[in-house]
């Protein structure tokens, strides 16, 4: 995603969770495998756009199967699932499956297609950013002087980024896709951080992965992906030319292991850690986007743009930890 939905469950930290004892090991752990997990599946779902899935249909996909693997988990879990209760419920319901599984899915497919992924992911992560702007001129909440730091920085590596001394190189499409994925994670976020709910946050997340397929089916229809022969083997492209895959097995990939599993690794890491350090760790993932990008899709990044990537992902830590006051923007890392 950003790690959220990357790429992302929706302000887990505002829900209640389980007392038991801490372990920042294993919360490390796993938020390592969620995020790796994520990365990987930058590249099947780039495969699977390759082999003719749009971004649309492909985000549908995404969402509807997600929703069917949680629905299922939270029929078989111990809390009973019921409907959102009154109109502010509902609307933070409808507003966490739009903002932070439909938009952020949707756009981040369009940016992945369209730049190296390691860049279509930082866009995206840098959220955060938004956010602390967002506190600090519209909530009046008081925030470190950091904050002006962690803008600059990242400004300043965007420019590097987009190398701007040579009219802006990369795709313009791919680059408003990326900044309109950072809006709507970073619009997710602060709704979430301003709600309260008494459901488990898989219950919450379900729903919301619920709201986004009926969304995109709405939209595009899940049927579109049988317009594309999902029996044909397709080539995993770059460096793995020589093999290939069904694209049934890619899409189920997608789903299960690219979605699912880092989804519950970073939500059982919330057990050890808190969001903000969740959130963190998980700036690994435009890192481990660069390093998939240059060894999977031999993406050749300058140095200005390593040291560009560099320096954004320092303003987005300081971002992260620039405000003050209790409610913090404690979000985990986001589902990409």
């Given at each position: 995603m950003p790690?959220a939905?990357?790429d992302?469950?929706?302000a887990?930290?505002?829900?209640?969770?389980?007392s038991?004892?801490r372990q920042?090991?294993?919360?490390?752990?796993?938020?390592g495998?969620g995020?790796?997990?994520?990365?990987?599946n930058a590249?099947v779902s780039r495969v699977i756009?390759?082999a003719g899935v749009?971004?649309?249909t492909?985000t549908?996909v995404?969402?509807?199967g997600t929703?069917v693997v949680l629905m299922a988990?939270?029929?078989?879990?111990?809390?009973?699932?019921r409907?959102?209760?009154?109109?502010?419920e509902?609307?933070?319901?409808l507003?966490?499956?739009l903002?932070?599984v439909a938009a952020?899915q949707?756009f981040?497919?369009v940016a992945?297609g369209?730049?190296p992924?390691?860049i279509?992911?930082l866009?995206?992560?840098?959220a955060?950013v938004?956010?602390?702007?967002?506190a600090?001129?519209?909530?009046?909440?008081?925030v470190?002087?950091?904050?002006?730091?962690?803008?600059?920085?990242?400004?300043g590596?965007?420019?590097?980024?987009?190398q701007?001394w040579s009219?802006l190189?990369?795709?313009t499409?791919g680059?408003l896709?990326g900044l309109?994925a950072?809006?709507?994670?970073a619009?997710?976020f602060?709704l979430g951080e301003?709600s309260?709910?008494?459901?488990?946050p898989?219950?919450?997340i379900?729903?919301?992965?619920?709201?986004a397929?009926?969304?995109?089916n709405?939209?595009?229809p899940?049927s579109?992906?049988?317009d594309?022969?999902l029996?044909a083997?397709?080539?995993?492209?770059g460096a793995?030319?020589?093999?290939?895959?069904?694209?049934?097995?890619?899409?189920?990939w997608?789903?299960?292991?690219?979605?699912v599993?880092p989804?519950?690794a970073?939500?059982?890491?919330?057990r050890?850690?808190?969001?903000?350090?969740?959130?963190v760790?998980?700036?690994?993932e435009?890192?481990?986007a660069?390093?998939l990008?240059w060894?999977?899709?031999?993406?050749?990044l300058?140095?200005?743009q390593?040291?560009?990537?560099?320096?954004?992902l320092?303003?987005i830590?300081l971002a992260?930890t620039?405000?003050?006051?209790?409610?913090r923007?404690e979000t985990p890392?986001?589902l990409?």
């Amino acid at each position: 995603m950003p790690t959220a939905l990357r790429d992302g469950p929706p302000a887990l930290a505002t829900l209640p969770r389980v007392s038991r004892a801490r372990q920042p090991r294993t919360g490390y752990l796993l938020v390592g495998c969620g995020a790796l997990l994520f990365v990987l599946n930058a590249g099947v779902s780039r495969v699977i756009q390759a082999a003719g899935v749009d971004a649309m249909t492909l985000t549908t996909v995404r969402c509807t199967g997600t929703a069917v693997v949680l629905m299922a988990f939270a029929l078989l879990s111990r809390d009973r699932l019921r409907l959102p209760r009154g109109v502010r419920e509902t609307a933070v319901v409808l507003g966490f499956g739009l903002t932070g599984v439909a938009a952020v899915q949707y756009f981040y497919f369009v940016a992945i297609g369209r730049l190296p992924v390691g860049i279509a992911l930082l866009l995206e992560f840098t959220a955060p950013v938004l956010v602390a702007l967002f506190a600090r001129f519209v909530y009046r909440e008081p925030v470190r002087n950091r904050v002006w730091l962690a803008i600059g920085l990242s400004l300043g590596g965007l420019a590097l980024v987009a190398q701007v001394w040579s009219g802006l190189t990369l795709d313009t499409v791919g680059v408003l896709a990326g900044l309109a994925a950072a809006v709507s994670l970073a619009t997710y976020f602060l709704l979430g951080e301003h709600s309260v709910s008494d459901e488990s946050p898989l219950h919450v997340i379900a729903k919301a992965f619920v709201v986004a397929a009926v969304f995109w089916n709405l939209v595009r229809p899940v049927s579109g992906l049988f317009d594309t022969d999902l029996t044909a083997a397709r080539s995993l492209g770059g460096a793995l030319d020589g093999l290939s895959a069904p694209a049934w097995l890619l899409v189920l990939w997608m789903v299960l292991l690219g979605t699912v599993a880092p989804f519950f690794a970073e939500l059982s890491a919330l057990r050890h850690l808190t969001a903000t350090e969740v959130t963190v760790v998980g700036m690994v993932e435009p890192v481990g986007a660069v390093i998939l990008g240059w060894l999977w899709f031999r993406e050749a990044l300058t140095f200005a743009q390593v040291c560009g990537i560099a320096l954004v992902l320092t303003g987005i830590v300081l971002a992260q930890t620039a405000r003050t006051a209790a409610r913090r923007a404690e979000t985990p890392a986001t589902l990409t």
